[in-house]
């Protein structure tokens, strides 16, 4: 029984392209702007699981920048920033080596059908959890227009590293000195979070704002896949008609941030000044975010023509 299903196995790598020709189909679905097929294509290989789960991690952010495109949140240099840097990581995946022995026997079809059960298992274990079982919430003064919920980040890549911390601390000082009303603190970790289990959270903690999202530490930096929400409890009194006249306003309300953590925290500390209609701060926070193409142009645009 061991011989024949070793057998199908070694028959079935036989059978499959090598990594020179996946390589190079890639490479002619890359240079032809085609990334969903590109995907499509990688997701039809059986690939280790080292590089499968990579590749996932990238149609992540793909998705992400996808999002974004529908929405027309984003400038033309950004979205091919952001699309060239999926195209170079899918091209390095295919640099190590394919996967042999027990990482080809971890990533075989069998395991392929057991994965999204036991997936589905874990979503429908963590909603029944988040549902079920009380969250500890974080504790807030009483006295604050914003209280902010910053859930600990997971991470996707590179070093050990708690960017929430950092998130927390440089929000409530950069508020604190500016007499911004707001108090963030750390809530607790929630793996793999959807925007039902967000809206959950918010309303059992009577929080205004939530942070959550993916990282990746580096020697030199942290990159944030950033995720924000402002709560159905939220105040937006003070935003203004002109802010309100804006298309896309619901971006102020709910978004998504690719960004390292400075750009990350002076964007949501601008944010947040919006909301309180402290418009001058909100400029003087967003001017300090240093890549400024990855800041909404009309949201910008609104705020230069507000005395």
């Not at 105040?235 to 998504?256: C, F, M, P, Q, R």
């Not at 990350?264 to 402290?278: D, H, T, V, W």
Request: some cysteine.
């Amino acid at each position: 029984m061991e011989f024949a299903i070793s057998s199908k196995y070694t028959q079935h790598l036989n059978q499959e392209m090598n990594k020179k020709d996946i390589y190079q189909q890639l490479t002619v679905l890359i240079q032809a702007g085609k990334t969903k097929e590109a995907f499509a294509f990688l997701n039809q290989q059986d690939l280790d699981k080292i590089t499968a789960n990579n590749c996932s991690i990238i149609q992540a952010e793909y998705n992400l920048l996808h999002q974004d495109e529908l929405k027309g949140t984003i400038s033309f240099e950004e979205r091919q920033m952001r699309r060239n840097r999926i195209h170079d990581k899918l091209l390095k995946l295919l640099e190590e080596e394919p996967a042999t022995g027990l990482k080809y026997w971890l990533a075989s079809p069998l395991l392929k059908v057991l994965i999204p059960m036991v997936l589905l298992t874990a979503a429908i274990l963590i909603w029944w959890k988040v549902n079920h079982n009380p969250y500890t919430c974080p504790t807030f003064p009483q006295n604050y227009n914003n209280k902010v919920m910053v859930l600990p980040f997971q991470k996707v890549g590179g070093q050990e590293a708690e960017p929430e911390l950092i998130l927390r601390n440089r929000i409530n000082t950069i508020t604190s000195k500016n007499n911004l009303s707001t108090k963030a603190e750390i809530g607790t970790f929630v793996k793999n979070i959807s925007n039902e289990m967000v809206d959950s959270l918010a309303k059992q903690c009577s929080v205004d704002f939530i942070i959550w999202g993916t990282y990746s530490h580096g020697p030199n930096s942290t990159q944030l896949i950033l995720q924000y929400q402002f709560t159905e409890d939220a105040n937006w009194a003070n935003v203004g008609e002109e802010l309100i006249a804006i298309k896309d306003v619901t971006e102020l309300y709910k978004g998504s941030m690719l960004k390292n953590m400075d750009d990350a925290i002076f964007s949501l500390c601008g944010l947040l000044a919006i909301k309180e209609g402290e418009f001058s701060l909100a400029k003087k926070w967003f001017n300090k975010v240093e890549n400024q193409e990855t800041i909404d142009t009309k949201l910008i645009n609104t705020l230069k023509n507000i005395n």
